[in-house]
């Protein structure tokens, strides 16, 4: 359980942070942002949430943002092979696997996509696809991490964010009518 007695703490005025280990790495330290930009998809979901309240998303969009937290722990929590005091919170194969079905199940109601979209439509898929812009940061910043033979990412934790990219695609069409109030891409309207 968290408890937060004071918002300020003062550790970070010298421009560290402390991961859940309790190691404190630079406030621009790869896993700081990956984990901060895990985040602020999580912001973007809250925003897409005053458009969807109500709808089917609405209940999928508020796993997802728990799921977020439970990612943003297990990337503050770097495994480094010494014994914790806790069990660290892992993002697990079962959450990837919810998203997969939760895209099947809104993609077998959309039209037959036949060009590129803009983002756009309707406020609930502008607000989604804002969102998914800002989780496919996340997940180049996590693979980026990975990458890092001195850090580990957990396969399950990339899976996630590119799952949920995808969710957030077919999430925003579906919030545009099934696909129907999709804003087509016209490749050189303007030239």
């Not at 693979?143 to 925003?172: G, H, I, M, T």
Request: proline share 6%; aromatic share 6%; glycine share 8%.
């Amino acid at each position: 359980m968290v408890v937060l007695n004071r918002i300020y703490t003062r550790t970070g005025d010298k421009g560290t942070t402390a991961l859940a280990t309790g190691e404190r790495r630079p406030k621009y330290d790869l896993r700081i942002t990956a984990y901060g930009t895990v985040d602020e998809t999580n912001a973007c979901l809250g925003l897409a949430r005053l458009h969807t309240a109500g709808s089917e998303f609405d209940a999928m969009l508020g796993r997802i943002q728990n799921d977020l937290f439970d990612l943003g722990a297990d990337l503050a929590t770097p495994e480094t092979g010494k014994p914790l005091p806790y069990e660290p919170l892992r993002i697990t194969e079962a959450q990837v696997e919810r998203l997969e079905r939760e895209i099947d199940s809104l993609n077998e109601h959309l039209q037959p996509l036949r060009s590129f979209i803009l983002p756009g439509g309707s406020p609930a898929a502008a607000a989604l696809h804002l969102a998914r812009t800002v989780c496919r940061r996340a997940e180049r910043l996590v693979v980026e991490l990975a990458a890092d033979p001195q850090e580990k990412v957990s396969p399950a934790a990339v899976k996630f964010l590119n799952r949920l990219s995808d969710f957030l695609f077919v999430a925003a069409r579906s919030a545009n009518g099934q696909g129907a109030r999709d804003v087509l891409w016209v490749p050189g309207q303007n030239r």
